[in-house]
């Protein structure tokens, strides 16, 4: 039984993180010279924050979602949901960075967070670690939303 545990923590982990892989390639090939060139909010982080922030998010999703498989008598309707938003998720940066539309990405993210809550509501039922893993990440959505906002009216 542990070893099964290890073993799915290891497949959670290793599918999160390839959404972030996606995601962080996508950033990083097409993000300059536009994204400089864009007027953002005075409440904007500096670049550096990104990587830290979503790396120790997408942690949390991993236990969050290996906690509710377990607890959950491995629940494939959960996963399922849980791999659609990531791939909204990792939607986002290739929108934002590599098509350079921050209509579409905020539109994203909406979707985004909808799938945030919903899954947050089945962890509820389930296992409350995972519910409580998975409110950082929607409040940084939600801050994410305010700075996808702002720059769509800036610029």
Partial sequence: ???????????????TYSASFIGSIATITYKEPWYSTLTK????????????????LYLFMTIAIWS????????????????????FNTTWSIIFF???NIFLALINLIIII????????RFKKISNLSFILMIPYLLWCAYALILNSSLLILN
């Avoid at 005075?42 to 550096?48: A, E, I, L, M, R």
């Avoid at 377990?70 to 791939?87: A, E, P, T």
């Fill in 41 to 56: 909010a005075s409440f904007n982080p500096p670049d550096w924050l990104f990587a830290p922030v979503w790396t120790a």
């Fill in 68 to 87: 509710a498989w377990h607890k959950n008598y491995k629940d494939v309707n959960l996963v399922f949901y849980y791999l659609i938003h990531l791939c």
């Fill in 98 to 100: 590599v098509f350079h």
């Fill in 114 to 121: 909808l799938f945030i809550m919903f899954l947050m509501m």
């Fill in 1 to 15: 039984m542990l070893k099964n545990k290890f073993l799915s923590f290891f497949i959670f982990a290793l599918i």
